[in-house]
């Protein structure tokens, strides 16, 4: 049996096909070559965020928040923060209170498992999501000091995004920038 659409039919097919590609176009996906995972389009920055800015000062946390784009490809499957720049090199963290969610500072969303490492001798913290923030989502880390450092400076962590998948292969953000300030003397 022959179909036969005439040219009404001819011209709605005509109309729909272009729907049809992009209705059916694959999702964008992460790039694996030679088994490393990059993303497709990586986050581009890191917003930093602290609202205790003296000298000793306790009860913070430092907030590291990065939007993942549409068309990341993959998830994120973690980030790395190192310390490159401050005068206080010793001042510890609980490691243990890492936590992460997605949104924002004062406008939290669900929380995010998170597994969280730190290395004192190279100020790095490896931090690793186990279930990936998703391309369009805003997540959150924060990170708790035990006391902000002891003494006033400028202290600059460099961030690195990792996407989650085998072999992954980080993109760099940039840098937060911690400003400290000696407190008030009497």
């Keep these: 049996m022959k179909l036969s659409l005439g040219v009404a039919g ?3 097919v005509s109309l729909v096909s272009p729907l049809a590609v992009v209705v059916g176009a694959p999702a964008v996906r ?5 088994g490393q995972t990059w993303f497709a389009k990586p986050p581009w920055t890191v917003e930093f965020r602290n609202y205790y800015s003296y000298a000793m000062q306790s009860g913070g946390e430092y907030y590291f928040t990065v939007t993942l784009p549409e068309q990341a490809g993959v998830g ?7 310390q490159t720049r401050g005068v206080d090199t010793t001042f510890g963290f609980d490691v243990n ?4 969610f997605l949104g924002v500072p004062r406008r939290e969303g669900r929380p995010l498992p998170v597994e969280s490492r730190f290395d004192q001798n190279s100020r790095q913290f490896d931090i690793r999501f186990p279930e990936p923030p998703q391309p369009g989502q805003t997540v959150t880390l924060a990170l708790r000091p035990w ?9 600059m962590f460099s961030v690195q995004a990792v996407p989650a998948g085998p ?9 937060a920038t911690l400003a400290i300030y000696d407190g ?3």
């Design 30 to 34: 992460a790039v694996e070559l030679q």
């Design 184 to 186: 008030l003397r009497f």
């Design 147 to 155: 006391n902000n450092p002891n003494q006033a400076d400028t202290y």
């Design 167 to 175: 072999n992954p292969v980080p993109a760099s953000l940039g840098f």
């Design 97 to 100: 209170a890492t936590r992460a």
């Design 76 to 82: 994120l499957g973690g980030l790395m923060i190192q």
């Design 10 to 12: 001819a011209a709605l």
